[in-house]
């Protein structure tokens, strides 16, 4: 009993510590962009930057780079508060999934960070009903951990088919892979797999575990197989899912 007591005690103390961490990380990565955005305008508007055209132009593309980081950072947060409330419903409906996919890589091959190599095979049907939204969000989540997770190039390939009753998407990229023991972790929410060397890659360990509740909210299934070789995420999703 008195074990179970003191268990209890250190799980709680864990759940405090990683929330402060959250908290703590998240402030100061949405301070940065504020300061900077403020910067930028007030730049414009007190210290005669409008007169120069060159100077404009840089001072307005931060901002506007901020603002976009900063919009990608809280709906990052408001989809953990939404998706956990009890009454989170999906809003289900037709549409064609092959487009949205080629929107999306259209939209991350103009992201300038790394070389970016993203194929598509789509061999399924295109009409999907499912929450168009939320399957956005569950893409580039995907597509932005191979990006953020490679060294300085990537090979991302999404493939698509029909399976029986349903369709199975497969994302797959070429980087660092996650290693066995960790690959069970890693939809658990606020996990990130350790790497003592290189705290470079930023994140809360919240994007894999939306994106699994996302998914089995459709009824559906997320696997992943991973070596050193690269890793690639499995969703498999009825087609009209039971919602
Ligand atoms: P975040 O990226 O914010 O840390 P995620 O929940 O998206 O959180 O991912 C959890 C962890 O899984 C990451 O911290 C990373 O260690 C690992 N990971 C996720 N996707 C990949 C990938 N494509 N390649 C290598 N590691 C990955």
């Not at 809003?91 to 890589?105: G, Q, R």
């Not at 797959?172 to 705290?199: L, S, T």
């Amino acid at each position: 009993m008195y074990r179970i007591y003191v268990y209890l005690i250190l799980q709680q103390k864990k759940l405090a510590d990683i929330k402060n961490d959250f908290i703590s990380n998240i402030s100061h990565e949405l301070k940065t962009p504020i300061a900077t955005t403020l910067a930028a305008v007030q730049g414009m508007q007190y210290f005669d930057v409008l007169k120069d055209d060159k100077k404009t132009e840089q001072y307005l593309s931060t901002a506007s780079n901020e603002l976009e980081r900063l919009s990608a950072m809280v709906t990052k947060i408001l989809n953990i508060s939404i998706f956990e409330s009890a009454d989170f419903t999906l809003n289900p409906t037709e549409f064609n999934l092959k487009e949205l996919i080629e929107s999306i890589i259209a939209s991350q091959e103009i992201r300038q960070e790394k070389p970016i190599s993203l194929t598509l095979n789509y061999l399924a049907a295109e009409t999907v009903f499912a929450d168009k939204t939320h399957l956005y969000n569950v893409i580039i989540n995907l597509i932005d951990n191979a990006i953020k997770y490679s060294a300085d190039k990537v090979t991302i390939s999404i493939d698509c088919m029909n399976i029986p009753k349903g369709i199975k998407l497969s994302i797959q990229d070429d980087g660092p892979g996650i290693a066995q023991e960790y690959q069970k972790n890693v939809f658990d929410k606020f996990f990130r797999v350790p790497n003592p060397n290189d705290h470079s890659v930023k994140g809360y360990g919240l994007g894999l575990n939306y994106v699994k509740h996302i998914i089995e909210k459709h009824g559906g299934t997320i696997a992943i197989k991973s070596d050193d070789t690269g890793s690639i995420f499995i969703i498999k999703l009825s087609q009209y899912a039971p919602l």
